[in-house]
């Protein structure tokens, strides 16, 4: 009985002192490998707030004046930015109708009774696809320096008719805070080597963490197997 | 031999002869990112597939101990070489980079499971396989758990994991055929997978080849060298574009504006996008806990891949198996570091609505043509993509078919089979596998790095837990060996079952509770640690290992004496 138990082999209870050696430098290594990739999640996990984007927080502030019609040309002019930096988000986005409808709504009442009319035949033409000039509505939205902004506002217009207009709809909440309000940390905040720090860390630091924790492994190994002679039938 | 040789070369006629007929078939004009044949692409893609099997007929294995004359020729170096070389595929290719562009961060938590996998691998099991002196997977599993009916099991399994793994391959084979020759995917599948069998059924008349470190050259070239040009032209740190690239993730998460253009004019400026770099952010869809899940199946994964874990045989030496474990993951990490540059470069540059919904798999590609990188770069990066694909494609149907051939053929249905029985058994598998991925690849089922992700959490719970307690635990017993499959068998089950049910909108109980917590990409989460769980509670209470088998996990594996 007691010879057939010599040859049992269990991680948690190693027989001899080569295994054991071998063991702790596997957990050694184990316990950094898991603390570095799931540790760090972890901690970002716990550390985040969510966090709007600073556009979201203005719109908020403006929307009850927008529902009830008393709000400023300047928070219509945040309200349409913001629709537009939402619609611009994703190619997924500028097909919710509801959404650039609320765009459209919004530069409508920016307008002068002039540019009011040029927007919805330029909304007409926008919705079957061919190309508008939209000039107008960049300068009065402000964005006339941000390419990006500039792009999206030809296919963020709706064809919608002035008596269905409305500045705000309380169906599009969730997909707001869906899409503006971002987990942030100081992690995330922290620019190194220009990139957020926690996407450096996982992207780049932590594979090279792999490489080293490797490397050291076959170090240490090698140098066991040497000192207990183990493996030398290979050589 | 002269017969192999004919064989060899009229394939050989036979699939050059189908590009160049796709040439005028399928030519069009335009600039368009797609929709067109382009010509140096199809070129540049036929030189490498050329030049692999040119390679293949000069470095000729004549059996199997050349084979392992070739393992001991070859340096820790270069045998890292060739593992990340077996390893890379469409999926690190083509899909992490897709992922990212689509979910930002979660997209990282696949970049970081198919690397953090190598250290669990190294630390637990490569040298440990290797002093256990079996060839496969298969064999180390039929024989620590002294199993027949296991190695059939393991065998299925075995193959089902390469059809997986396939299906993800030929739908990048799809999207670079699509692009390149401007066909549409159904088309580009079929051709493509023609071409890929064809070029599989030559290089496997070659026998094994050496080639494999020509081919990690070959796709790490490919992949590097566009990074280096976009971020040299767009004004970004190039000396080191992994580093480099931080200010464009930072530019997309800010919005901030650059001084350049796309190559269809656009400004190359995208409005704040934080949820491209935040953790978890809600407007991916991916919460934290997935994240979780999808690293620790795809890492569980990576150490119970079979042909991954066979890898280790070959090698001459366990210390060898060691160093070139760790050489592959600098090896593959080159690769790893590189992709989400792709990724934030293809964020910015296509974020112009005019550019219109594109294919994520193909936005490596994209990537490049939006940045205005010379066309032969390019269509270089395409070969790879396609190399890459091919390299991994014909590796799994060699093993996929000899698994039938030999461990279901000759083991079990006909064991009185002949050399040649055995052979045509293997071709004939390697056709109707073929056949039967790209079927399935025609379905469109999910992106590239999704569906080999399945592959990787069938691994991880079927294959993963039996070499993990096998190795360290002679304890362990047959019983308990079934338990644990059985266990991981019956959860991928459910998760494929809920999955193509989903998939034709078959509405099942629970689906909601069963797509989010047993998702076909991340299940093995929990089916790995309850496989454990089996082995260890069926073996407990079943009857010991036999002493022969406990005698050689301790003297041979781990230096008991």
């Known amino acids: 009985m007691d010879e057939s138990k010599s040859f049992d082999v269990n991680f948690f209870k190693p027989s001899t002192p080569f295994l054991r050696e071998n063991i702790r430098a596997i957990v050694i290594g184990l316990v950094i490998w898991g603390?570095?990739?799931?540790?760090?999640?972890?901690?970002?996990?716990?550390?985040?707030?969510?966090?709007?984007?600073?556009?979201?927080?203005?719109?908020?502030?403006?929307?009850?004046?927008?529902?009830?019609?008393?709000?400023?040309?300047?928070?219509?002019?945040?309200?349409?930015?913001?629709?537009?930096?939402?619609l611009g988000k994703s190619t997924a986005l500028l097909k919710n109708e509801a959404l650039k409808d609320a765009f459209t709504s919004t530069v409508y009442?920016?307008?002068?009774?002039?540019?009011?009319?040029?927007?919805?035949?330029?909304?007409?033409?926008?919705?079957t696809g061919e190309k508008v000039d939209v000039d107008f509505i960049n300068t009065a939205l402000g964005i006339t320096d941000n390419?990006?902004?500039?792009?999206?506002?030809?296919?963020?217009?709706?064809?919608?008719?002035?008596?269905?207009?409305?500045?705000?709809?309380?169906?599009?909440?969730?997909?707001?805070?869906?899409?503006?309000?971002?987990?942030?940390?100081?992690?995330?905040?922290?620019?190194?080597?220009?990139?957020?720090?926690?996407?450096?860390?996982?992207?780049?630091?932590?594979?090279?963490?792999?490489?080293?924790?490797?490397?050291?492994?076959?170090?240490?190994?090698?140098r066991m197997m040497k000192r207990y002679g183990m493996e030398s039938s290979y050589e | 031999m002269n017969r192999i040789k004919y064989k060899a070369l009229s394939l050989l006629v036979f699939f050059s002869t189908m590009l160049i007929l796709a040439v005028p078939v399928f030519a069009a004009s335009g600039t368009t990112l797609e929709g067109s044949f382009k010509t140096m692409p199809a070129i540049i893609l036929g030189a490498c597939i050329l030049l692999f099997l040119v390679v293949g007929f000069?470095?000729?294995?004549?059996?199997?101990?050349?084979?392992?004359?070739?393992?001991?020729?070859?340096?820790?170096?270069?045998?890292?070489?060739?593992?990340?070389?077996?390893w890379m595929s469409a999926a690190s290719f083509l899909g992490m980079a897709a992922i990212m562009y689509g979910s930002g961060y979660h997209g990282l938590s696949y970049v970081v499971g198919w690397t953090g996998g190598y250290c669990l691998l190294l630390l637990l099991m490569a040298s440990q396989i290797r002093r256990f002196g079996k060839y496969t997977a298969t064999d180390f599993i039929g024989d620590r758990y002294y199993s027949g009916g296991l190695r059939l099991f393991t065998a299925i399994?075995?193959?089902?994991?390469?059809?997986?793994?396939?299906?993800?391959?030929?739908?990048?084979?799809?999207?670079?055929?699509?692009?390149?020759?401007?066909?549409?995917?159904?088309?580009?599948?079929?051709?493509?997978?023609?071409v890929c069998l064809a070029y599989t059924l030559v290089s496997g008349?070659?026998?094994?080849?050496?080639?494999?470190?020509?081919?990690?050259?070959?796709?790490?070239?490919?992949?590097?060298?566009?990074?280096?040009?976009?971020?040299?032209?767009?004004?970004?740190?190039?000396?080191?574009?992994?580093?480099?690239?931080?200010?464009?993730?930072?530019?997309?998460?800010?919005?901030?504006?650059?001084?350049?253009?796309?190559?269809?004019?656009?400004?190359?400026?995208?409005?704040?996008?934080?949820?491209?770099?935040?953790?978890?952010?809600?407007?991916?869809?991916?919460?934290?806990?997935?994240?979780?899940?999808?690293?620790?199946?795809?890492?569980?994964?990576?150490?119970?891949?079979?042909?991954?874990?066979?890898?280790?045989y070959v090698v001459p030496k366990p210390s060898d198996a060691r160093w070139s474990v760790t050489w592959g993951l600098f090896f593959i990490c080159l690769l790893y570091w590189t992709a989400p540059v792709y990724s934030a470069f293809g964020r910015i540059l296509s974020s112009n609505p005019e550019v219109g919904n594109l294919a994520a798999d193909a936005i490596v590609v994209y990537t490049a043509q939006l940045g205005s990188v010379n066309p032969l770069i390019v269509g270089f990066l395409a070969a790879g993509a396609v190399s890459a694909a091919f390299s991994t494609v014909s590796g799994l149907l060699v093993a996929g078919s000899s698994a039938f051939s030999n461990d279901i053929y000759f083991k079990l249905i006909n064991p009185e089979?002949?050399?040649?029985?055995?052979?045509?058994?293997?071709?004939?598998?390697?056709?109707?596998?073929?056949?039967?991925?790209?079927?399935?690849?025609?379905?469109?089922?999910?992106?590239?790095?999704?569906?080999?992700?399945?592959?990787?959490s069938i691994a991880g719970c079927t294959i993963f837990p039996l070499f993990l307690l096998g190795i360290w635990w002679s304890r362990s017993n047959r019983s308990g060996g079934i338990a644990s499959l059985t266990v991981g068998a019956s959860f991928t089950?459910?998760?494929?079952?809920?999955?193509?049910?989903?998939?034709?909108?078959?509405?099942?109980?629970?689906?909601?509770?069963?797509?989010y917590w047993l998702n076909p990409w991340y299940y093995a989460w929990i089916a790995a640690p309850l496989a454990i769980l089996a082995n260890i509670f069926v073996s407990m209470n079943t009857e010991d290992t036999p002493e022969e088998i406990r005698k050689h996990l301790a003297s041979e594996v781990h230096g008991v004496r």
């Open chain 2, 205 to 312: 008349m070659l026998g094994v080849t050496k080639n494999q470190i020509a081919q990690y050259i070959i796709l790490i070239t490919a992949f590097l060298i566009p990074t280096f040009v976009l971020t040299f032209k767009f004004d970004y740190f190039w000396l080191i574009p992994e580093l480099g690239y931080g200010r464009v993730v930072s530019d997309i998460v800010a919005g901030n504006a650059t001084p350049f253009m796309n190559s269809l004019g656009h400004a190359m400026q995208t409005v704040p996008q934080p949820e491209f770099a935040m953790p978890w952010d809600t407007a991916t869809g991916k919460d934290f806990f997935q994240w979780m899940a999808t690293c620790f199946a795809l890492m569980i994964g990576t150490a119970g891949l079979p042909h991954v874990l066979q890898k280790f």
């Open chain 2, 157 to 194: 399994i075995a193959i089902f994991i390469s059809f997986c793994y396939m299906v993800g391959q030929f739908g990048g084979i799809g999207l670079m055929f699509k692009w390149i020759f401007g066909m549409n995917y159904t088309y580009s599948v079929i051709i493509g997978g023609g």
């Open chain 2, 493 to 515: 089950a459910i998760a494929l079952v809920y999955f193509i049910c989903g998939k034709f909108s078959v509405a099942l109980p629970g689906a909601a509770f069963v797509g």
């Open chain 1, 147 to 222: 390419k990006a902004m500039m792009a999206a506002v030809p296919y963020s217009l709706s064809a919608i008719t002035p008596d269905k207009m409305a500045m705000t709809n309380d169906s599009l909440t969730p997909l707001m805070d869906k899409f503006f309000i971002h987990n942030q940390s100081v992690l995330t905040d922290t620019i190194v080597f220009g990139f957020p720090f926690h996407y450096l860390y996982t992207a780049l630091i932590l594979l090279t963490l792999f490489v080293v924790i490797c490397l050291v492994y076959c170090q240490v190994i090698d």
């Open chain 2, 417 to 456: 089979a002949t050399g040649d029985q055995q052979i045509r058994m293997a071709r004939i598998a390697t056709i109707a596998m073929a056949l039967g991925v790209m079927l399935v690849a025609m379905l469109k089922l999910a992106l590239v790095a999704q569906l080999v992700a399945l592959a990787f």
């Open chain 2, 58 to 86: 000069m470095n000729k294995a004549e059996g199997t101990a050349d084979f392992y004359a070739a393992g001991r020729s070859i340096s820790r170096v270069g045998s890292g070489m060739a593992i990340a070389s077996n």
């Open chain 1, 109 to 127: 009442n920016l307008l002068s009774d002039a540019e009011k009319k040029t927007l919805l035949a330029v909304a007409q033409t926008a919705a």
């Open chain 1, 35 to 86: 603390v570095a990739t799931y540790g760090f999640q972890i901690l970002l996990k716990i550390m985040e707030t969510p966090t709007s984007e600073a556009i979201y927080l203005s719109f908020q502030q403006a929307a009850p004046k927008l529902a009830d019609g008393s709000a400023s040309p300047e928070e219509k002019v945040t309200a349409a930015n913001f629709y537009l930096s939402m």
